[in-house]
């Protein structure tokens, strides 16, 4: 069974950047889709990224689009979430989970980390 690790949260000051990294185990990751979301309390999960199992294709929620940027590394069996120009709004704890492939609806992902928290604040 994979299992998921997150890592790379902390406060950051607006405009500033995070790199989240999600490890895998149990099984090889390359044979995975792993999406990040987030969620801030109180409110639904929401996905914010997510990338094929052999890294050609991703995609990316309207409120991220050209300022994150996810990435995979499958011989670290690692995949990355660059996250550059911080807003208050991405304040959250991000979560990674696989699945077959980049399904819209976050219930079809499993395996979930444990979440990192994220907090963009002066």
């Known amino acids: 069974q994979l299992q998921l690790v997150e890592s790379g949260g902390g406060l950051v000051q607006p405009g500033g950047s995070l790199r989240l990294s999600c490890v895998g185990s149990?099984?090889?990751?390359?044979?995975?889709?792993i999406g990040w979301f987030r969620q801030v309390a109180g409110k639904e999960r929401e996905g914010v990224s997510c990338?094929?199992?052999?890294?050609?294709?991703?995609n990316y929620a309207d409120s991220v689009k050209g300022r994150f940027t996810i990435s995979r590394d499958n011989a670290k069996s690692t995949v990355y979430l660059q996250m550059n120009n911080l807003k208050p709004e991405d304040t959250a704890v991000y979560y990674c989970?696989?699945?077959?492939?980049?399904?819209?609806?976050?219930?079809?992902?499993?395996?979930w980390g444990q979440g990192t928290q994220v907090t963009v604040s002066e």
């Open positions: 149990g099984i090889t990751l390359d044979k995975s889709a």
């Open positions: 990338i094929s199992s052999s890294g050609d294709s991703a």
């Open positions: 989970a696989g699945n077959r492939d980049c399904s819209p609806y976050v219930w079809s992902f499993g395996s």
